[in-house]
């Protein structure tokens, strides 16, 4: 089945720019499917590279260009706080500068300074933990694509009372946007630090969701998308994803080929 995916943004935007923050592919590579001919909008092939796309259209990527995102690389990061994932604002850091020879654990080849690495899912500034960078439009349908079934684990410490009925707002009772929330795993680890584990990922979930119920998220640390553990690599520091692990990712997000 081709990647498919809704926009549900407020306001047109390019769709190189989205796929890129999106983290499907980089603006480039969404440049060069446009011009072959592998980009459809509601059904419509996209010909012009500076389109954008509505709220509310849907764009589809033919199994042509998955084939194509597929010979990309895919690197595992834990992000410190203070990067972000994405295309930085002036005076942000992006993530992207960590991937240095110093910072590598295990083999693999340093990406060029100017290698477009587009994120897989948002982790944002103010956040750390598992981070995945990647030019295979393949993991980045198994990790954010619609039919994506993996879920997405975090260790939240936060400030205020934590009481039943906050947990129960939590796990399922909240609304976002005038959209209800999908059931959350929530459980209390020690002391003020929660558990959190979700199928979604709005645009700063957690810490809106803990806003909401009167608690102040000091620290988040993103540990596991699926099957795929941070475990012990360092902060700061980055490997390449391997080969079982890519499998494990697009099988378990019910994607598999």
Known sequence: MAFTRTYD???????????????VCSRREAEGLIGQGLVRIDGEVVTDPGRKI???????????????????????????????S????????PAVRLLTGANRMGAGQVPAKDASLPPIGR???????LLLLSTDGVVAKAVIGPQSELDK??????????????????????????????PARVTVVQGQTM??????GRNRQIRRMCDLVELRVTDLHRVRIG????????EGKWRMLTADERSALISGSGAAQ
């Open 9 to 23: 943004g407020d306001e047109p935007v390019r769709i190189n720019k989205w796929l890129g923050q999106t983290g």
């Open 54 to 84: 509505e709220p509310g259209q849907t764009l589809i990527l033919s199994d042509a260009a998955e084939a194509e995102l597929a010979s990309g690389v895919t690197i595992v990061l834990h992000k410190p706080v203070g990067y972000v």
């Open 86 to 93: 994405g295309q930085p604002e002036p005076g942000k850091i």
């Open 123 to 129: 982790l944002d500034e103010d956040s750390r933990g």
């Open 153 to 182: 684990e975090y260790l939240v410490t936060v400030r205020g009372p934590i009481t039943e009925r906050k947990l129960s707002l939590l796990r399922h009772g909240l609304e976002l946007d005038d959209r209800q929330l999908k």
């Open 195 to 200: 558990r959190f584990i979700l199928t979604e």
């Open 227 to 234: 099957p795929l553990a941070l475990g012990d690599l360092p």
